[in-house]
Nanobody
Framework: VQLQASGGGLVQAGGSLRLSCAAS????????MGWYRQAPGKQRELVAR???????NYADSVKGRFTISRGNAKDTVYLQMNSLRPEDAAVFYC?????????????WGQGTQVTVSS
């Protein structure tokens, strides 16, 4: 599985951005996709995740502001980010999970920078 992320950029506080992540390869093996972010000096953290069945979960800090969704072909995942705050600034990474027997395989896309000016 390969992941290609796009959509980062610079936005003013209160603004919006939409991130996209296109998956290729063995898409049928993907059980969940999500977005993580990592700010300087901080650990990578889960932002939002969507499972094969469509269940979603979000970090508390983004609930009500961010929405994760999938394209019709299930090979693309989006993260709509509204009401952005300076503390949302980070490198955002697309992630795909594959439950292969007893193993959890994680795939990562390249990061995309999100900068929020105050």
């Amino acid at each position: 599985v390969q992941l290609q992320a796009s959509g980062g950029g610079l936005v003013q506080a209160g603004g919006s951005l939409r991130l996209s992540c296109a998956a290729s390869g063995d898409i049928a093996a993907i059980d969940a996709m999500g977005w993580y972010r990592q700010a300087p000096g901080k650990q990578r953290e889960l932002v939002a995740r969507i499972t094969r069945g469509g269940s979603t979960n979000y970090a508390d800090s983004v609930k009500g502001r961010f929405t994760i969704s999938r394209g019709n072909a299930k090979d693309t995942v989006y993260l709509q980010m509204n009401s952005l705050r300076p503390e949302d600034a980070a490198v955002f990474y697309c992630n795909a999970e594959e439950f292969a027997g007893y193993r959890l395989l994680n795939y990562w896309g390249q990061g995309t920078q999100v900068t929020v000016s105050s």
